[in-house]
């Protein structure tokens, strides 16, 4: 036992040197979309902690694509030199830097979640009007989008692009499209909030249509030796809305494509939904994704612990792990587990070494 959590993976021709992931994690703390030094220390710090890879929180490809006006941005050159910065660090430390791509749709211009008052934000405090698939609010209490018409869906597969090109730019390795959690991509997955009535609405394939453009004009641009990976829902968690037969069908075409690894989330779609709360809850997502449709995935939500992490690779259910708020707990999840497991790794750096068990 406890010998796959750090063995490395090759994926294309990148090398990660364990199976530890940070999961994308927003942190509202952003002017303009600059990454700044709560960035650089933030991610930074997570590499040290022995990670193999460490990805940037949900990244806007444009301004009205931010959850709020705090958002992390890559919709101009200028926020490259910082984001450059944080990379660079990263592999100094032997981790890989990763970057989401994000378009937050109907959910986007929302306060950040520690300021009070309601979630959307008003046009006078600084917030815009959000677009999406169709014009149906995500909530009683948010706007009502704009529905995207066919050129402004350009605009936004271009802007991805960008963002791509972008990352590459910025010394990324690993680019993650966002495509789970009620936001853009998603909303065109979903009948829950796709209802349109051209070609990119009602049957399973028109409603894959637009995310798998935007994938097919990433991977054109996303040099052919770094991974591409896709973050799904892999279910809305509600009866008529996108669930796992989808899921399983989107994963193929998204192989198709040319993307090398699955994220498997859920959720985020409507507020309603009923999502358990227990260890591992969403492992069988990684696990018939992977073995079904023959893809590496990543597992996530509620996965803690050493062994439990462990145990899902042993059983074949996943290729990687990402760790979200385990990682808020202790930067150092890896170089612990490591230690606490007692497996030699040459995770610690030199400058922490007297701090080994
Ligand atoms: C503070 C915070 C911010 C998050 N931001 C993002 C994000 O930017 N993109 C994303 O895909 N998921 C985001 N998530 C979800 C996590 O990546 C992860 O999927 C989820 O927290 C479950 O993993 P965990 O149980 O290890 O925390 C966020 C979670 C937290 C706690």
Redesign the pocket.
Known sequence: MNKMLFSPLKLREVVFRNRITV?????YSSEDGFANNWHLVHLGSRAVGGAALVTT??TAVEPRGR?SPQDLGIWKDDHLEMLKQITTFIESQGALAGI?L?HAGRKASTRR?WDSGPRPVKLEEGGWIPVAPTSIPYDTNYPVPIELTRREMQVIEKAFQKGVERAYAAGFKVV?I?A??GYLIHEFLSPLSNQRKDDYGGSLENRMKFPLEIVKAARKVWPEKYPLFV?ISATDWVSGGWDLEQSVVFSKKLKEEGVDLI?C?SGGMVSYAEIPDEPGY?VPFSDRIRNEVGIPTAA?????EAPQAEKILQEGKADLI???????RDPYWPLMAASRLQIETSLWPAQYLRAKG
């Open positions: 999961s994308p994690m927003c942190q929180e949900a959850i989401q994000a979640p993650e966002h789970a959690h973050r994220v989330s969403q996530l939500g509620l996965i803690t990402a760790i979200a708020r385990g990682f808020l």
